[in-house]
Structure formats: structure tokens, C-alpha cells
């Protein structure tokens, strides 16, 4: 990442490499990167050219062919899966369709974390802060007792991110969390991402997406992959200066929308 | 040396067969070893903590309850046919008066569990393929996994559990309302002499006889739950992926249901010669 950043990382990708068919072909090809804690990074690229499985990866969903992930410092491989189960506690992700249970109303969905990992908590204080962290997203009390299939494609957003900020995770991770939405929702989901990030100071949030405006517009950093390989890591400065002819196309491509 | 070639291309079209039944039996065998594992795992985990025997009875009322409807209904009318083709049969050879066993006999022993793990992997089992491939292709098993809930312990281990306890209680229904019919078709149509018809069954019916029927329930709704959940938890590629999960699922386990039903009747029956149960 940000080669003059001395801080702490809170996720680091060491040479990863992955393949599904035995090392035939590698959809990674050498991953490395390093995420700065505290940061709101965007991670950028074409369709195919891996993020959503190194997004897998970060997230101990996928294990890599070869190479090292680090979270918080710890070492995913090290982990069994009801460590690695346990771990994930750390994580709070906003899916690209929400992934909402759909037999569960808005406040069920966020209440649910809660009943599943803060097991001392009483109903009425598992409500409580459910009702706090659907407050904090902006979602109107109204909705709460509602199924998801009864409420808009913006407010399942909302709960979702609500769903994911509910245990209070040190890392939030965004996947395409504006794919498919129309400009003014997309609007709504970016500014969203923004408050919630600066709400939550010490929280990492990383950003996977197609959208290069929203990134250039509220990422710290922005990592740019290409056929399973990092091509650019750095600021959106460092973005708009680069001479490297994809980044060039990507940018004039991203700024044009 | 060359061969000739029609002698050739028979070595070559027996390869093919050879290779695509080594292959077929290959997976075959790998799919048994996959989803035996995936029960397994499943089940251990039942019984590690936090326990959800809330979503046990939540799923037993799914399995149990919601089906006591369809398998009061079917049973009732399979009891009558069974019952009317018995009765015709022995009819001819003058032994009308053992239409009740017979169909006590039939009904404990095979077609209340058949039938009853039949008609439940269908509704129930269909049920829970299509329920967790939707959750599968809608990223909610993704979202359950990366919100550190054991998709297994949480989603598969209470649905085989409930179908386990459910398919016993099942089948007593189905058993019972199947002998209902019975008993209508002897006594009320036929005009059977009733003293008889019961005291032919109490002469007939065995408890060891009820007890091999719910035996093989049970393992009924362990395979139909394993297969089905199996196939559901393992499905990909949006709706069309969906549907074919629930298929398969569905038709596997009715399949499995009638295939393993001949091998549990000899195992038992291998049991009651070693125990030295039964005539």
C-alpha cells in the first residue's frame, strides 16, 4: 500500500496465489498487499480480475494456494474452521444484495449477530442496540418490523450495513456495494459508507468496487487490480499521475461517470 | 504391429464404456464419502455449543407437524386399496378373514415407512434443498459464514435431527390411519366379521414388527435430510442452480428410500435369525 505509511496493518496479503483447478490457472497471481489500519480503502478493477477472490481471502472464506493472509496480525492459516468461525466476529460485510435473511424482519436481521455472539445481553438490550445501529444508518423505525422483501433496495442497504456495524467489527468490508443501484441511490450508499467510516474512527473499511468516482471520492487509499495481480496501490493522486496505459483507460473511464 | 481397425475401434468404444463406468462408480462413491462426511460433521456439531434446540423443534414442526395433513390422507386411502386388492386376491382361496394381518403386516413392516419417507422427503425435503440454495445463491450462507454462525451447526444439523425424530412419529400415523382404512374396507364395505378382524391382527401383529418399520423411518429421514441438505448447501448458479439442487435432492432420496428399504428388511431380518426373534 502507501510505501511511506508507518503505522499498523490491519490486513496484509502476502504473494498470494490462487488457483481452483490444481495450478492449471491462477485467478491471483501474487497478491501483495497491505491495508493500513483505521483506512477506507477501495479496491478497483474490470470485471475478472479478482477482487471478489481476494475479498474471499481477506475474508478466511477461501484458502490461498499459496502465500500468507494476515488479519489483525493473525495469521489465517493457523486457524481451524471453529477458530476461523470465532475470528470472523472481527468482521462486519455489507454484500452487494444486502444478503438479508429473508424469514427475518429488518429488526430480526440485526438483532440477529447479537443473540448469535453477545449471548449475556437481555432481549430488551439486544433490541436496544439493534434499534441504535438501524438509528445510525438512517432507517426510519417504521420499517423495522418488516419482512426484506417489503422494504426498497436502499433501505435493505441500510440494513445490511446496520446488520454488519452490530457487533461493532474492527474491519468493514463493502462488496460492490453499489452495483446495479441507480445514481442517486448509489449517491445515498457512498455517502453512507463515508459517514458510517467516520463514525466508527479505528475501524477499517475496505471498499470493493467498480466505481471509480465514489472511490476517487471517499477512499484514503485505492488499490487497482488487473489479471489477478495488484497494479497500482496508492492515492487518488498518485492515481491521476500514474502513466501506466490501463490506469490511464480506467480513470478516463471513471471520471467520465 | 497394427490391428485392424475394426478390431481397433471396438478396443476404443470399450475403453470409453469401461472408462465412463470407472468414472460414474468413482463419483458415485466419492458423492456417498462427501455427503456420509458432510452428515457427520453435521450432527457432531449438535452437540457442541451454543446448542440450537430451538431450531430443532422449529424444523420438527416443519417436518412433523405441517405434514400430518398429507400423511393422514394418503394412508387413509392407501389402507383402502391395499385392503380392496388383498381382499380380491384372497377371496379366490377362501381366506378373506386374513386381509387384516396381511395388511397390518405390510403396512407396519414396509409401506408406512416407504411410503411415509416417500411423501416426506418430497414436501420436507424438497422444502429444505430449495430453502438453502436460495440462501446459498442469495449470499446469505456468505453472510451467516463472515458473521462467525456455523452454517452447518446452524442451517444442516437441526433439519437432519427433527427429520430423525419426526419420521418415526410419522409413519406411527401413517401406520394407524393406514389400518383405519383397513378396517373401513373390511368391516364397513365388505362386510368382514369384525371380532375377527381384531383378533387376527393381535394373533399376527407383533411390537418387534411396529418397531422395524419406525427402525427403518428413522433411517429414512436421515438419508432424505442428509441428501437434500446436502444438495442445497452445495448448490451454485442462481435459480436455475436452485432448481436443480431441490430435483436432485428429491429424486436421490426417493431413490435411496426404496433401494436401501430391500437391504434394511434383510439386515433385519438377518438380526431377527441371530436373535432369534420372530417365526
Known sequence: MATNYKGEFAIQLTDIKKSFDGGKDFILKGIDLKIPKGSLTAIIGFSGTGKSVML??????????????EILGQDLSLFNSDQLTQFRCNYGVLF???ALFDDMTVLENVSFPLEEHRRHLKKEQVTQIAYEKLKMVGLDPKHYEKLPSQISGGMQKRTGLAR??????????YDEPTTGLDPILTEMVDNLILETHKAHQGTTSVMVSHDLGAAFRIA??????????????GTAEDFFKSDIELVKKFVGKGMKH | MSSHPAIQKTADFLDRVFLGIKNTVQNFILLIGDM?????????????????????????????????GIITLTSIFTGLALSFQVYLGFKLVNAVN????????????????????????????????????????????????????????????PRIIAAVLCMPLLTALFDFMAMVGCWFLCIKIVGLDDAVFYEKIAQTVEVYHINEGLFKSAIFGLMFAVICTYKGFNTSGGAKGVGEATNRGVVISMVSIIIIDYFLMNLIRIYYLMAGIGR
Not at chain 1, 474471499?56 to 499459496?66: A, C, F, V, W
Not at chain 2, 453435521?42 to 422449529?58: M, N
Not at chain 2, 440462501?135 to 451447526?153: C, F, I, S
Open chain 1, 56 to 69: 474471499k481471502h481477506i475474508l478466511g472464506l477461501y484458502k490461498p494456494t499459496s502465500g500468507k493472509v
Open chain 1, 96 to 98: 452487494q444484495s444486502a
Open chain 1, 164 to 173: 454488519a456495524l452490530a457487533l461493532d467489527p474492527e474491519i468493514l468490508i
Open chain 1, 220 to 233: 484514503d487509499f485505492i488499490v487497482m487490480l488487473d489479471a489477478g495481480k495488484v497494479l497500482l496501490s
Open chain 2, 36 to 68: 456420509t462426511l458432510f452428515g457427520a460433521q453435521s450432527l457432531r456439531l449438535l452437540f457442541t455449543q451454543p446448542y440450537r434446540y430451538g431450531e430443532v423443534l422449529k424444523h420438527m414442526e416443519f417436518i412433523g407437524n405441517q405434514s400430518v
Open chain 2, 98 to 157: 386374513l386381509v387384516g394381518p396381511t395388511v397390518a403386516l405390510g403396512i407396519t413392516r414396509e409401506l408406512g415407512p416407504v411410503l411415509t419417507g416417500l411423501i416426506v422427503a418430497a414436501r420436507a425435503g424438497g422444502a429444505m434443498a430449495a430453502r438453502l440454495g436460495t440462501m446459498r445463491v442469495n449470499e446469505q450462507m456468505d453472510a451467516l459464514d463472515v458473521m462467525g454462525v456455523n452454517t452447518k451447526q446452524y442451517l444442516i444439523a
